[in-house]
């Protein structure tokens, strides 16, 4: 390689790596691209959610279905091995920590905190009830606050990372929830109680002003049906169904009897 080509290549390198450290440093949302084969293999380029291209470069042929794929695969913080014309391409998504907010610290909170932070979450639990509220009862949780949620959300704004979960039976403490985050971008709001509860709570947010199309985005009754009954198999099932809807994939039916591969392959 020439010198001024090493140069080059060592720039266009560096570039990448600030990129991809600004990305992170900024808590955005991105990925980094790599050609894994063809005539540009090695070629690489990082993008962001929001504002596209912002280092590097791709081979021209494959730039606009790359970026495509990555703007969807980012929605959904997977990385994968793409092929395009027989050229694979690894997309490699960087993603900020997934924040879940738990609004109502009682006996259900306490299991679905300390699983959450094993499962990557920064964690806050939130209540209006100091008794119930403390550091003591959630030592794995990243913060604990007492007050109403509207004195919640002024210390922690809601964003697209946000996961919500009201396991709080209170309708005095559950419907300020709804008001602080509707029409934000969260990735989940999931809320406890009876069907019969969560018809109500329909009912309740139509007339506040809700669309169809939001009130559909509300998991509730929270979880999946699994069976769950003790506080940490209600966990579980809260957990499968924001793993599910973080992803976008999976059937939440039992994987004993399918055919094929576990996780779906995708060729373009």
């Known amino acids: 390689m020439r010198g001024d080509d090493q140069r080059l290549h ?22 980094v691209v790599t050609v894994l084969g063809g005539p540009g293999i090695g070629a690489k380029a990082v993008l962001d959610y929001d504002d596209g291209l912002i280092a590097g470069e791709l081979p021209a042929d494959l730039s606009d279905d790359v970026v495509a794929d990555a703007v969807e695969l980012m929605g959904q913080e997977k990385s994968k091995t793409l092929t395009y014309n027989e050229i694979p391409v690894f997309i490699e998504v960087v993603a900020p920590q997934p924040v879940m907010m738990i609004f109502g610290a009682g006996h259900n909170a306490q299991p679905l905190t300390t699983m959450a932070k094993l499962l990557g979450f920064r964690v806050i639990v939130a209540d209006a009830r100091p008794m119930w509220a403390t550091e003591d009862r959630f030592p794995d949780a990243d913060e604990v606050i007492v007050g109403w949620p509207d004195e919640v959300f002024a210390e922690v704004a809601p964003d697209r990372r946000t996961y919500v979960v009201l396991l709080s039976h209170d309708q005095r403490f559950e419907d300020p929830v709804f008001t602080e985050v509707h029409g934000k971008p969260i990735r989940y709001l999931g809320a406890i109680g009876s069907r019969r509860t969560h018809a109500a709570r329909l009912e309740r947010l ?16 929270v979880g999946l049906d699994i069976g769950a009954v003790t506080p940490a198999e209600m966990g579980i099932s809260i957990l499968a169904e924001i793993i599910q809807a973080r992803y976008g994939e999976g059937s939440g039916t039992s994987l004993r009897g399918e055919a094929g591969p576990i996780h779906k392959q995708r060729s373009d």
């Open 10 to 31: 060592r720039e266009v390198a560096m570039n990448y790596i600030e990129a991809t450290k600004k990305l992170m440093d900024d808590e955005g949302l991105g990925a």
């Open 206 to 221: 139509a007339t506040a002003g809700w669309s169809q199309d939001e009130l559909d985005t509300i998991f509730g009754p």
